[in-house]
Structures are given as structure tokens and as C-alpha cells.
């Protein structure tokens, strides 16, 4: 089992910059494919970005490419997500997850709150 739990949201202006963290625990997470997703309110939630067990190959939704950038540390069992120029489409809950051993994102953690506002 996994165990994320998300920090670093919170309310910021247009063109502003955050850094998500997510902090994994109950087992290392370097064999696990880790992504970031959103959900604001009255939509779906939406994937944002991943990255490879490597920490070498990132993807990005079209959405936050040039914008946000994915990481991860093994040693820390943390994953990152740098988020620049945001806008107030950014306004969301964001949520990170890791894959189980059939790479399926089973493990997510509770959200944090990203408010963009002018």
C-alpha cells in the first residue's frame, strides 16, 4: 500500500507560480509511474502530467505544456509539479498519484486547492 498526501496549493494571481509536493509513505514509490490530475469544480477529473520511473521522460497535457513541469525524487519518495504562468483555467483540486504493479494509478492522495484569481 501507498499512502500520498499532497501540499503546497493554495491561492495565487495570474501569472503566478506555485510547487505542488507529494510525499509518499507505506512503501517506495521508484518503481511506480507517477502523475499529477486536476479537477475543477463541475468537470471531470483531467490528467496534467506523468513521468517515468527514471524520472527522464515526462508528458504534459496540452493544457500546461511550456507552463508546468513534472519531477520526482526517489531518495525523498516525493514528486514535484513546478507550475508557472498560471491562469485562472488552473483553478482546481489537484491530486497526484503512483501506479500499482499492473500500472493502473490505484494510489491517489487527498487533493490540494490551486485558486488562480486576478
Known amino acids: 500500500q501507498v499512502q500520498l498526501e499532497e501540499s503546497g496549493g493554495g491561492s495565487v494571481q495570474i501569472g503566478g507560480s506555485l510547487r505542488l509536493s507529494c510525499a509518499a509513505s507505506?512503501?517506495?514509490?521508484?518503481?511506480?509511474?507517477l502523475a499529477w490530475f486536476r479537477q475543477a469544480p463541475g468537470h471531470e477529473r483531467e490528467f496534467v502530467a506523468s513521468?517515468?520511473?527514471?524520472?527522464?521522460?515526462?508528458e504534459n497535457a496540452d493544457s500546461v505544456k511550456g507552463r508546468f513541469t513534472i519531477s520526482r525524487d526517489n531518495a525523498k519518495n516525493t514528486i514535484y509539479l513546478q507550475m508557472n504562468r498560471l491562469e485562472p483555467e488552473d483553478t482546481a483540486v489537484y491530486y497526484c498519484?503512483?501506479?500499482?504493479?499492473?500500472?493502473?494509478?490505484?494510489?491517489w492522495g487527498q487533493g490540494t486547492q490551486v485558486t488562480v484569481s486576478s
Open positions: 498519484a503512483a501506479t500499482d504493479t499492473f500500472l493502473r494509478y490505484s494510489y
Open positions: 507505506g512503501r517506495a514509490i521508484s518503481e511506480s509511474l
Open positions: 513521468v517515468n520511473v527514471n524520472g527522464d521522460t515526462t
